[in-house]
């Protein structure tokens, strides 16, 4: 199509688009972003004003009769539709833009900018629905030009938003959780934390909730704190009686709906301030979330036996853990306090709960020594006080026996193996 124009045009052509502007014009490939494509064009702009647009927008060729009133002839008028007023056509004044442009750090630095929202029509975007398994795996796999919607698999509305190219490519997240994703091509992302600039913007939509998965073997006070849990979270499951840490792990990931699941432990009184709402982190890759835990006896509050937070399919895909189940995959310490762990209510459970840790806690100051690591083991490693303290510590002197005698280490994590120990020593 032939249009006389009274200003110079640029169109910014993008690969893999198709072309929905044929008018004859100064065609130039998109490069990193607009500002850096009319730093590189200026000087060739023979008009007072000129135009730049996007090649894959749509819209009415009566736009380029726009003119500008006398008192907005210094503004750049930018033209938008729906909620990203960072629009992909908009139209300069040359000697305007030529006075700020080495201070420009990005194109909405210009000093006077007028808005105007009207019909334009923008290609569709591929719309990618994730699980919080493999947010990542669904990304790579996708041909994604020249960005796509990543949403939650819970979720179906998006916001009415076309990115523009202001500044180099970025992630657009929506809402308080990112279960809404606007993201460029990238070739084989590792985690979407790769892309170097990330823009939020509110957006209300229903969260999901994880499910609460309540694991017990042999403690005495199942039942009564499966009660108290099950009154104030109605949601919450009961895995118990499964023989094995890691079968019993698995069993609990099988009764979970979501992708993630909080475990809960009998030892554990769950403080006021939890709410069972926390959510992991979608930028992230998935990983195990541990939260503090209160112990009182030796007064240490860590992630020892508190609240988690699992990863549905890493908890399935770890078969051969290592001494720690939770450690054997990818995690992370949240410092939210999530519970005071009773493990001292009785001799037995004591015991036992303190010869696991401090073995871990020697392997790993054997290993990979830190200073918190090691003010941990003093801590256990001391007589404590309260309900069955000094049951503690004679795990802690047995725990030391044990590994300095080069036992195989992974006879901890053997609940039966740990019964039978103590029955031989304590009858």
């Known amino acids: 199509m032939d249009k006389t124009m009274a200003f110079d045009c640029i169109k910014v052509k993008f690969p893999n688009l198709e072309d929905q502007n044929k008018w004859h014009t100064d065609e130039i490939p998109f490069i990193k972003n607009y500002l850096e494509i009319i730093k590189n064009r200026i000087h060739d702009i023979k008009t007072s004003h000129f135009w730049v647009f996007a090649s894959f927008v749509e819209f009415d060729d009566s736009l380029f009769d726009y003119i500008p009133e006398q008192f907005e002839k210094d503004q750049m008028h930018v033209f938008y539709s729906g909620a990203n007023k960072e629009g992909n056509v908009f139209l300069i004044p040359k000697q305007k833009f030529l006075e700020q442009m080495d201070e420009l750090k990005f194109l909405r630095d210009f000093r006077d900018i007028n808005y ?221 306090l999530s519970a005071i762990n009773h493990f001292n209510e009785s001799p037995w459970l004591a015991w036992r709960t303190a010869f696991r840790e401090i073995v871990k806690l020697m392997v790993q100051c054997r290993d990979n020594p830190t200073v918190e690591s090691k003010y941990r083991l003093k801590k256990w490693c001391e007589l404590g006080t309260g309900k069955n303290s000094e049951w503690v510590y004679c795990a802690a002197q047995d725990a030391k026996d044990f590994v300095d005698s080069n036992s195989d280490i992974m006879l901890s994590y053997d609940f039966q193996w740990l019964k039978n120990y103590y029955e031989q020593k304590y009858g």
């Not at 939020?200 to 108290?228: C, G, H, W």
């Not at 094995?244 to 792990?249: F, I, R, S």
Request: proline share 6%; net charge neutral.
């Open 116 to 336: 105007h929202e009207i019909k334009l029509k923008y290609p569709n975007l591929k719309k990618i629905y994730f699980s919080l398994n493999n947010i990542v795996e669904d990304y790579n796999k996708n041909k994604i030009i020249p960005y796509a919607w990543l949403i939650n698999k819970d979720l179906k509305e998006t916001p009415n938003f076309f990115p523009s190219f202001w500044e180099d490519t970025k992630i657009y997240t929506w809402g308080k959780t990112n279960d809404i994703m606007l993201v460029p091509y990238l070739n084989k992302i590792k985690q979407l934390y790769d892309y170097r600039y990330i823009t939020n913007t509110t957006f209300t939509y229903e969260v999901k909730l994880m499910d609460i998965i309540f694991i017990s073997y042999d403690e005495p006070s199942a039942e009564q704190r499966f009660k108290l849990l099950k009154e104030k979270f109605p949601r919450a499951k009961w895995c118990k009686d499964v023989k094995g840490q890691t079968q019993a792990y698995h069993t609990a990931a099988l009764m979970s709906e979501t992708d993630y699941f909080f475990a809960v432990f009998p030892k554990l009184e769950i403080v006021d301030s939890f709410r069972f709402d926390f959510q992991p982190d979608r930028l992230k890759n998935p990983c195990h979330y541990i939260f503090n835990c209160q112990n009182p006896v030796n007064g240490l509050e860590y992630g020892h036996g508190a609240v988690l937070l699992y990863n549905k399919r890493l908890v399935l895909e770890t078969q051969d853990p290592g001494l720690d189940f939770t450690l054997s995959a990818p995690h992370e310490w949240v410092p939210i």
